[in-house]
């Protein structure tokens, strides 16, 4: 859902490009099916043991050698191309637009970079929640210390990784939606507010007749 939610902040970008919305949608089915696969893969090598942790019956998963670990790394290492790929095509379009807002002067189109603006501060963020989940996963592949069931260091990192990816999926990426619907209430309001300020504006060059006794 998040990566839709990318490619359709994309899309809006690029003004409705067809041939932008068709490169990305090409770039996430490759990545998608190319993740599928190797985890699939991996998946199908795995076994899962009975441990018993204070008094608690756990299955925990088990791969004899580190093919897993490899595959898991090369799942992560996909996908944060993929975020790049979208982070970089984000980045060099608020460039441009910026750019072009600078020839027609601060007033022209202030609203159109007020708006790229949210929209790159939402996707930085977000990209940066994506980086350290992955550089966490992938630290756990690859250090044995970490995938040590038996050790506590392992159960706390587990549980530093699993929040993180918690914040990251359904604080920070609803906010690719959020933070671009409270830019467009907060830009109706003002706009009612200008509204209202006009039409006081005209009530009072109104010129009330009154008789001479008055």
Not at 22 to 28: A, G, M, N, P, S
Not at 112 to 137: E, N, P, R, W
Not at 153 to 179: D, E
Request: include cysteine; charge should be neutral.
């Amino acid at each position: 859902m998040l990566e839709v939610i990318l490619i359709a902040r994309l899309h809006a970008m690029y003004q409705q490009s067809k041939q932008m919305l068709i490169f990305l949608i090409l770039i996430f089915l490759i990545v998608q099916i190319s993740c599928g696969a190797i985890t699939a893969v991996g998946n199908s090598q795995m076994t899962w043991e009975e441990l018993i942790v204070s008094g608690n019956y756990l299955c925990i998963p088990y791969v004899e050698g580190g093919t897993s670990q490899l595959m898991i790394s090369i799942t992560w290492i996909l996908l944060t191309v993929w975020e790049i790929v979208a982070l970089c095509l984000a980045v060099w379009i608020a460039v441009k637009h910026f750019r072009e807002l600078r020839r027609f002067g601060p007033s022209t189109g202030s609203t159109i970079g007020d708006c790229f603006t949210v929209l790159m501060k939402t996707h930085m963020f977000y990209f940066a929640s994506f980086v350290a989940v992955s550089s966490l996963q992938l630290l756990a592949q690859e250090d044995p210390a970490i995938t040590d069931i038996n050790s506590t260091g392992s159960w706390m990192y587990t549980a530093i990784l699993q929040i993180s990816s918690a914040v990251q999926m359904f604080i920070l990426g609803p906010r690719l939606i959020l933070g671009v619907r409270e830019y467009h209430a907060k830009l109706v309001a003002n706009s009612d507010a200008a509204s209202g300020m006009t039409s006081i504006a005209f009530q009072e060059r109104i010129h009330i007749s009154t008789s001479n006794s008055v």
